[in-house]
């Protein structure tokens, strides 16, 4: 008779404990133990939150090399089939070895649930046939969990759910979460509601009426927004620092239909455009993706949206500085070429619009689709194709967390029919839909991955491009923990080539997140470590620091309105001198619109308690040691990442801490 001792970790989170049966049952290359219900001293608090429990069992010989273990709980006569969450189980064989087997999901019914031990084993060196089997059964029934659905065709492709709880357990918002959200998300209008603000369609009279609103929510770097908005450098400064850092480039030729003169932008001929290409001074952002759009009716009343062109100019102090503004894409007599030394609301109405434009650029292309979209691409994509047992898995897993139900409620709270996106933005509706779908057919992988998407932007050594300096080093350093990892588990090209597991995954990715385009430059296979590398690390990126740099400040930038109006109810001017602060005040967005915009960039800024940092691993899903090394060592890059950032931002009038990866979401969680 030989012994195994049994230690199982239920986890800690709200309503992990189960009162039901506990069953185990040990499989080994020699052979398998009866199934065995784990009781002990403790009694029915052997499984409640947070216990560590241990057990034995018996077994006539030694079943060799454990392979896995099966688990099932049964509920008591008259109790009910409670949930529970484990998160892992160790088992001390009789020859001294132990076996960790991570589990780190919630097991809600009465089935037999099989768990492979925590070493990774790829697809064609997991050699026996019970692993195989288990880890097949494991794929079949994630695929029936996990299905694709078209939610607008021409999209990336979503997960199918009928609603939040028909989501599978392991991928739904904690208690935690779920709590938070729905608190702060009420929270968000109660105050405005209070003021009778939240259905007052009126005109705004003044500014200081927009100023007594934004008071009751406001942040550090809001209230400098306040002050600052009307300032050129700073309008400046958001297109390298702001939520959108995706728009700038260098600009060496002039468009056709920006037609600016050197008269226009240097006065006295101090200089001229052509030299000023040439030395690398010249900026362009071009909001063509936004142009003809079929735009919103608000309050009964037709809303504007333009696409402008904005040229910037660096000046010798290294400020970035708007020079020239157009607010349509067509150059005619209609349509003229703003200027700073228009008058004061002239050349602010241009700004104005164009920060509208940037608000709907940054949300549905930038944010929505560049993150949470394609993230959840990279989740379902990895839950349909890769077990447990896989280290893409016990790689990615942390970077796929509340995922699908953020994405769920975006869908269903924000740009559905009735979402706010959807009521309140100049977008909303039919335009949203045409300017997704010219995003998509924009995107390619090196615009995903960030030295590639700066270098084409020609932005190398623009000066404080905080976004560029924190991303770069931020994408460097999760590239060396990839590496590590894969050349631990690969040592040649031919074991990726013949990874069947891997090859699904992105073959998914390719034909449900990018629409089967080859053009976008998307790998439909892994040839060599080297491309596995670099389309994980942009995976990890997107889902993490990406997500962050273009999420965290939506409020900061945006609860300020005048900064960022969501929408504008007036077109904007086709003379020169005809703008006054009483125009200004009728294009911005009637009350209600303002405080619907405020409260949802409120949300959609606000961490939840049991938010995971960048490069945090909860779940010991790895068990070898190199990398668990190689974890640790990414983590004290990091470390060292987010002290240099936080003694650079003492420094910075406005810090830039969007990519602190203290500061940084494991995972499109918001």
């Known amino acids: 008779m030989v012994v195994y001792e049994v230690t199982v970790f239920t986890g800690n989170s709200v309503n ?116 195989r089997y288990s880890r097949q059964q494991e794929l079949n029934q994630r695929e029936e969990d996990f299905r694709w659905d078209v939610y607008v065709e021409g999209m990336p492709h979503s997960m199918k759910a009928e609603n939040p709880l028909s989501l599978p357990c392991e991928v739904r918002f904690s208690f935690t979460k779920t709590t938070e959200f729905l608190y702060t998300a009420s929270m968000g209008l109660t105050e405005l509601k209070l003021k009778g603000l939240d259905n007052c369609k009126k005109k705004w009279d003044d500014i200081d009426s927009i100023r007594r609103v934004f008071c009751c929510k406001t942040t550090a770097i809001s209230g400098y927004v306040q002050d600052h908005w009307k300032e050129d450098a700073f309008f400046g400064y958001q297109f390298l620092n702001g939520v959108n850092p995706m728009l700038i480039q260098r600009c060496t030729a002039l468009p056709s239909n920006f037609p600016v003169t050197d008269d226009m932008v240097f006065p006295h001929g101090r200089c001229s455009l052509a030299d000023e290409m040439k030395k690398g001074n010249i900026f362009l952002c071009d909001y063509k993706r936004l142009d003809g759009l079929n735009t919103n009716t608000i309050n009964g009343k037709k809303q504007y949206l333009m696409a402008p062109l904005v040229l ?164 460097n350093i999760i590239h060396r923990f990839v590496e590590g990892i894969f050349s631990y588990y690969y040592k040649t090209d031919g074991e990726v ?88 005040l009728a294009t911005f967005p009637d009350v209600n619109v303002t405080v619907q915009g405020m409260a949802v960039m409120w949300l959609l800024s606000k961490q939840s308690s049991d938010f995971v940092p960048l490069g945090q691993y909860p779940e010991d899903h790895f068990t070898e040691e190199i990398p668990r090394k190689i974890i640790k060592h990414f983590q004290r890059k990091l470390e060292d990442l987010s002290r240099a950032i936080k003694a650079r931002n003492k420094c910075l009038e406005v810090p830039y801490t969007y990519m602190d990866p203290a500061e940084v979401e494991n995972s499109v969680a918001i």
């Open 497 to 584: 080539q013949q990874d069947s597991e891997l090859q699904k995954w992105i073959l998914d990715i390719f034909e449900h997140g990018f629409l089967s385009q080859a053009g976008t430059g998307i790998p439909q296979r892994f040839t060599c470590v080297t491309e596995l590398v670099k389309f994980v690390t942009m995976v990890i990126f997107t889902c993490s620091v990406q997500h962050a740099a273009v999420n965290a400040g939506q409020y900061d930038y945006g609860g300020w309105m005048p900064n960022t109006p969501i929408s504008l109810q007036l077109p904007p001017p086709t003379t020169k001198g005809t703008t006054s602060e009483a125009t200004m």
């Open 312 to 475: 910037l100019h660096k000046a010798s102090d290294d400020k970035l500085m708007p020079i020239a503004i157009q607010l349509k894409q067509t150059p005619s007599d209609d349509n003229p070429i703003f200027l700073p030394t228009d008058s004061e609301y002239d050349w602010l109405i241009a700004k104005i619009f164009v920060r509208s434009a940037d608000f709907n650029e940054h949300q549905l292309n930038v944010h929505l689709l560049r993150t949470h979209l394609l993230a959840e691409v990279f989740a379902v994509s990895l839950l349909r194709n890769v077990p447990m047992v896989h280290p893409l898995y016990k790689l990615l897993k942390p970077y796929t967390r509340y995922t699908l139900q953020i994405n769920y409620l975006a869908r269903n709270l924000l740009i559905s029919e009735t979402g706010a996106f959807t009521q309140f933005a100049a977008s909303g509706g039919e335009g949203m839909i045409t300017a997704l779908k010219r995003s998509v057919s924009s995107i390619t992988y090196s615009s995903l991955c960030m030295p590639d998407d700066i270098a084409e932007r020609g932005l190398e050594v623009v000066p404080n491009f905080y976004y560029r300096d924190d991303g770069v080093k931020a994408w």
């Open 16 to 131: 992990s404990t189960t009162f039901n049966n506990v069953f185990i049952k040990l499989v080994g290359t020699d052979g398998e133990s009866n199934r065995k219900w784990l009781m002990s001293l403790k009694g029915a608090s052997s499984f409640v939150r947070g216990a560590v429990s241990s057990f034995t069992v018996s077994c006539s010989t030694s079943l060799g090399k454990l392979v896995l273990i099966e688990l099932d709980k049964q509920p008591l006569p008259l109790f009910p089939n409670d949930a529970w969450f484990c998160d892992k189980v160790e088992v001390k064989s009789p020859e001294g070895d132990t076996y960790n087997f991570p589990i780190y999901r919630w097991i809600t019914d009465s089935k037999v649930y099989r768990f492979k031990d925590g070493k990774a084993l790829r697809v064609f060196e997991d050699n026996h046939h019970l692993g």
